[in-house]
């Protein structure tokens, strides 16, 4: 038999011994936790924001516009894969874009494509990949105005002590001509309607 303070001291002994396994597991846990980085910054270009296709031929009335649309959203999910010791790896990215687009008066197909494009650049702006994709939108029934989302495009960034991920930037746009890159700009200066 214990002696009272043998009792004691046996029962403390045994609730930090219970505890240090407890501690022990959470110290385990933390040190086999995942390094988890945020998402690098994103930015959708602001004159490739949109796009209005007018039928062909010189007219740009609204009579001549076959259809329009724009980026409303940009979601990225991101999940990263760094080696603790070394604090390299690679992050992989999910892109989604969100776009509405709007059936014009002069749109028989009731159809809409539109090709944009996912640029990474470092901090000189210097593009290090662009991939162009295509998506075709149908307008449904009677609806002139649709609301979407492109697959998500998978991306892989490398991560290095050289190339953090603060060192990328995404930047998203439309494919535009010269002429639909100038007819936004001159909307977003106001010399359009």
Do not use: H
């Amino acid at each position: 038999m214990f002696p009272v303070l043998g009792k004691s001291f046996l029962a403390v002994f045994l609730m930090f011994g219970l505890n240090a396994c407890g501690g022990y597991q959470y110290v385990t846990d933390i040190l086999s936790a995942p390094i988890i980085l945020k998402c690098p910054d994103y930015l959708v270009l602001a004159d490739a924001a949109s796009m209005t296709k007018f039928r062909d031929g010189p007219g740009r009335d609204l009579v001549d516009v076959n259809y329009d649309g724009e980026i409303t959203g940009l979601q990225l999910g991101c999940e990263s894969n760094i080696d603790k010791k070394t604090k390299t790896g690679s992050m992989d990215i999910d892109v989604t874009l969100v776009f509405s687009a709007t059936r014009g008066p002069a749109n028989q197909t009731r159809k809409a494509r539109f090709d944009y494009f996912i640029s990474v650049v470092n901090p000189q702006q210097e593009i290090l990949d662009r991939k162009g994709y295509p998506l075709v939108v149908t307008f449904p029934g009677n609806k002139t105005r649709v609301q979407f989302a492109s697959k998500p495009v998978v991306m892989e960034l490398p991560i290095t002590a050289i190339w953090p991920i603060s060192y990328y930037r995404i930047f998203v746009g439309l494919k535009l001509t010269r002429d639909e890159l100038r007819f936004n700009r001159e909307k977003i200066q106001g010399n359009r309607n």
